[in-house]
C-alpha cells in the first residue's frame, strides 16, 4: 500500500505562483510513475502531468506546458508541481496518484492505483 499526502493548495490572484507537493508513504519501490490530476464538479479527472520515478521522463498537458514543472525528490519521496502563470482556468481540486507501472505516453487515471486526497487550487482574476 501506498499513502499520498498533498499540501500547498490555496487561493491565488492570475498570473501568480503555487506550489504542490505530494509526500509518499508505503511500499513506494513499487511506485514507477506518478503525476497530477485536476477535477471540478461533476467533469472528468484531467490529467496535467506525469513522472517516471525511474527515468524522470516527464508529460505535460497543452493546457499547462510552459506554466507547470512537475518534479520528484526520489530521497524524500515528495512530488512537487510548480505552478506559475497561474490562470481562472486553473482552479481546480488537484490530485496526485502513483501508479505501480511505467508512466504511459497519454493521460489514464485508471493505470493510477493510489490516489491523494485533494488539495483545492483557486486562482482569481
Known amino acids: 500500500q501506498v499513502q499520498l499526502v498533498e499540501s500547498g493548495g490555496g487561493s491565488v490572484q492570475a498570473g501568480g505562483s503555487l506550489r504542490l507537493s505530494c509526500a509518499a508513504f508505503g511500499y513506494t519501490y513499487n511506485v514507477y510513475c506518478m503525476g497530477w490530476f485536476r477535477q471540478a464538479p461533476e467533469k472528468e479527472r484531467e490529467g496535467i502531468a506525469t513522472i517516471s520515478t525511474v527515468t524522470d521522463t516527464t508529460l505535460y498537458a497543452d493546457s499547462v506546458k510552459g506554466r507547470f514543472t512537475i518534479s520528484h525528490d526520489k530521497v524524500k519521496n515528495t512530488l512537487y508541481l510548480q505552478m506559475n502563470s497561474l490562470k481562472a482556468e486553473d482552479t481546480d481540486m488537484y490530485y496526485c496518484?502513483?501508479?505501480?507501472?511505467?508512466?504511459?505516453?497519454?493521460?489514464?487515471?485508471?493505470?493510477?492505483?493510489?490516489w491523494g486526497q485533494g488539495t483545492q487550487v483557486t486562482v482569481s482574476s
Open positions: 496518484a502513483a501508479a505501480g507501472v511505467e508512466c504511459y505516453r497519454w493521460f489514464d487515471p485508471a493505470v493510477f492505483r493510489y
